[in-house]
């Protein structure tokens, strides 16, 4: 998986879906863009949902090639990205409005993509699969899943605020126990900074990579 050039003009002939604050949308608005907000779309995965039930209209198709943009590429494009490929579609693209980063396409390859508590729970102790916690130090200090690796979901970062898929990050990634032979699960503390790592792992070539949807909070809430 490769990252690749996504431009303005490109975007004109997809499904530009603007997941930016709803004053930022208004101050600077993206032709051809089509309004969505996260909170449209993060309840859908747990309720079973199909692309029919994302509130667009015309509605979305498994077909479509979906560009999904916030302000530099970041966590609420990731999560709502992660929401669609989770509903069934087959095309889905990060894109930078400001043209000056790089553009994920990864393609979807049937893999599951989502992790509830249940699955989690069942496969805490299962050899091949690593739970990814990507919070940072402070949070992770006041407790990880049991058995978990850390990776600080920065790291995907570069220094403009795109995608790092740069070897070194694939490096990182590895020594910090994401192995390519297992199902790599990530969290953070509600999923937004986890599908934004999702994404970085399925550019650098993990293929078999899920999001814990609920992630620490959810893991929290089945503690009490």
Same mark, same amino acid.
């Given at each position: 998986?490769?990252?690749?050039?996504?431009?303005?003009?490109?975007?004109?002939? %997809?499904?530009?879906?603007?997941?930016?604050? !709803?004053?930022?949308?208004?101050?600077? &608005?993206? +032709?051809?863009?089509?309004?969505?907000?996260?909170?449209?779309?993060?309840?859908? &995965?747990?309720?079973?949902?199909?692309?029919?039930?994302?509130?667009?209209? !015309?509605?979305?198709? !498994?077909?479509?090639?979906?560009? $999904?943009?916030?302000?530099?590429?970041?966590?609420?494009?990731?999560?709502?990205?992660? /929401?669609?490929? #989770?509903?069934?579609?087959?095309? $889905?693209?990060?894109?930078?409005?400001?043209?000056?980063?790089?553009?994920?396409?990864?393609?979807?390859?049937?893999?599951?993509?989502?992790?509830?508590?249940?699955?989690? #729970?069942? %496969?805490? #102790?299962?050899?091949?699969?690593?739970?990814?916690?990507?919070?940072?130090? $402070?949070?992770?200090?006041?407790?990880?899943?049991?058995?978990? $690796?850390?990776?600080?979901?920065?790291?995907?970062?570069?220094?403009?605020?795109?995608?790092?898929?740069?070897?070194?990050? %694939?490096?990182?990634?590895?020594?910090?126990?994401?192995?390519?032979?297992?199902?790599?699960?990530? =969290?953070?503390?509600?999923?937004?900074?986890?599908? %934004? /790592?999702?994404?970085?792992?399925?550019?650098?070539?993990?293929?078999?990579?899920?999001? =814990?949807?609920?992630?620490?909070?959810?893991?929290?809430?089945?503690? +009490?």
């Amino acid at each position: 998986m490769s990252f690749l050039p996504f431009t303005t003009a490109q975007a004109a002939s %997809h499904r530009l879906l603007d997941v930016r604050a !709803p004053e930022t949308r208004l101050d600077q &608005p993206l +032709s051809g863009a089509e309004p969505l907000n996260l909170s449209d779309v993060a309840h859908l &995965p747990a309720q079973q949902a199909s692309l029919a039930d994302v509130p667009l209209d !015309p509605p979305l198709r !498994p077909t479509d090639t979906i560009v $999904v943009t916030d302000d530099a590429m970041g966590q609420a494009a990731a999560r709502t990205a992660w /929401t669609l490929l #989770h509903l069934g579609a087959r095309h $889905v693209t990060l894109f930078d409005p400001d043209g000056t980063h790089d553009a994920a396409r990864p393609a979807a390859d049937g893999n599951p993509v989502r992790a509830d508590g249940d699955w989690v #729970h069942a %496969h805490l #102790h299962d050899p091949n699969v690593v739970f990814l916690d990507v919070r940072g130090e $402070v949070e992770r200090n006041a407790g990880m899943l049991p058995g978990a $690796v850390a990776w600080n979901w920065t790291g995907g970062l570069n220094g403009a605020g795109g995608f790092n898929a740069s070897q070194a990050a %694939h490096n990182d990634l590895l020594r910090a126990g994401a192995r390519q032979d297992a199902t790599v699960v990530t =969290y953070c503390q509600s999923g937004l900074r986890a599908a %934004h /790592t999702f994404w970085l792992l399925r550019a650098l070539g993990w293929r078999d990579v899920r999001l =814990y949807e609920g992630s620490w909070a959810d893991w929290q809430e089945r503690q +009490s």
